[in-house]
């Protein structure tokens, strides 16, 4: 299993780069051509909600993305360290923080329209979004 990893300032103008990254290294781990589109468009949604909530909760760290590449799959893994609470925990009608959520729900849906295999979570020390692709089985059987 090859990972690569990536770490970047929580600014906008780096997210560009994780997508670029993101889409090399998934052809070459052997992604199918027709979804590279798909892969560089999830990640560059990811990695601007993780930037989003970096900038919107004062948060310095870096943003993290992997790039792991398995068997028989290739996944992309973008974490952020924006804590959050529980989604029955917040107060509806309190202006910004629905606004946010919102925003927060679109991205989400935008990645779950892209990507077939997302899983996300979320806790205290922040969030992750795994996004899976199937490899081709030529590519899986060359290294």
């Not at 993305?65 to 028989?72: D, G, H, R, S």
């Not at 806790?123 to 030529?138: D, F």
């Given at each position: 299993m090859a990972t690569v990893e990536l770490r970047f300032s929580a600014l906008p103008e780096h997210v560009r780069t994780a997508r670029l990254v993101a889409a090399a290294v998934a052809r070459r781990a052997g992604v199918d051509e027709a979804v590279l589109d798909e892969v560089r468009l999830a990640v560059g949604e990811a990695c601007t909600r993780a930037v989003g909530l970096h900038q919107s909760g004062g948060i310095t760290a870096p943003v993290k993305?992997?790039?792991?590449?398995?068997?028989?799959?290739?996944?992309i893994e973008v974490g952020d360290e924006a804590p959050r609470s529980a989604p029955g925990d917040r107060v509806p009608g309190s202006g910004a923080d629905d606004v946010d959520a919102e925003e927060d729900e679109m991205g989400l849906a935008v990645i779950s329209g892209?990507?077939?295999?997302?899983?996300?979570?979320?806790?205290?020390?922040?969030?992750?979004?795994?996004?899976?692709?199937?490899?081709?089985?030529?590519a899986a059987t060359v290294t």
């Open positions: 993305v992997a790039l792991i590449e398995e068997e028989k799959q290739f996944s892209l990507v077939d295999d997302v899983e996300v979570t979320a806790g205290e020390n922040g969030g992750l979004i795994r996004m899976t692709w199937p490899r081709t089985p030529a």
